[in-house]
């Protein structure tokens, strides 16, 4: 199903493809934390690892601002047998926010001689919860939001959807 502008309609498989870019964003992430590119403290890598954390950290915390401010009241609206979900989805964002301004503080500390494997476990932990959430979500919610016609998505890709391949 596409709109005139042929934009696909089918919002939940958009959110699918919205999980696969974070998840390899997260990848990327974990590359620049353990990987090669040079010494960490004042290098390069450095550099790049707290660049690519903005970007994912701010990807992540817009996708999901996004679910709980347009997608999950459309849902709320159109499913209220959905309610006990998205109160349980919302729980997991605040939870995941949580995590990401560790993540933040971590990294941002590591030129001052901050702990390397803590950031490491810190992004573990994140991404155990990231994957927890976005199945749960995928299996709860894809149908719904496939179902749903929201025209002024049509028009305005909601943040929620939107990654780093689309900016709206």
Known sequence: METPDGRLTA??????????????QLDVLREHLDGGGGPLRGGTRLHDLRAHCL??????????????????????ERFPELGPVLDELRRDHVLVEDSLRRLRELIEGLDEGGDLARARTELDSLAALMETHFVYEEKR??????????PEWHRTRPGFLI??????
């Open 141 to 150: 919610i894809v149908a719904a939001l496939n179902g749903l016609d929201v």
């Open 55 to 76: 970007t994912f950290c701010s990807a992540l915390s817009r996708h999901h601002s996004g679910e709980d401010g347009g997608a999950f009241p459309a849902l709320a």
């Open 163 to 168: 990654n780093g391949d689309s900016e709206g």
């Open 11 to 24: 919002f939940g498989n958009q959110l699918i493809d919205v999980h696969i870019w974070l998840r390899e």
